[in-house]
């Protein structure tokens, strides 16, 4: 499942979430972002006690601004709230060796 999370939003699907959070930070205009996209759905089926949250930084800068986000897209790994670790893009098997590392 990938929710889209806005400023308001954010603390309530990602700080406030028992699950493992993956949330990418994307815009609409950023090639690499959208060629992300088919990869975070197939993660989405493959690790399914993975919870998604995409937040758009054009349209949401609270988020961003304060987890330093630079270049986009950046995905960052939460659990209880807290950020253990982040990447940028990678191939799906990468970037699922590395979520699983975590689980």
Known sequence: M??????ATFQKEVLES???VLVDFWAEW????????PVLENLSEAI?????VK???DENSQAPTGYQIR???????????QPISRS????????????????
């Open 2 to 7: 990938i929710l889209d999370a806005t400023d």
């Open 18 to 20: 028992s699950d493992t």
């Open 30 to 37: 950023c090639g690499p972002c959208k060629a992300l996209a």
């Open 48 to 52: 399914p006690q993975l919870k998604i």
């Open 55 to 57: 937040v758009n930084v």
């Open 71 to 81: 270049a986009i897209p950046t995905l960052i790994l939460f659990q209880n709230g």
């Open 88 to 103: 940028g893009a990678l191939p799906q098997r990468n970037l699922e060796e590395w979520i699983k590392g975590y689980l």
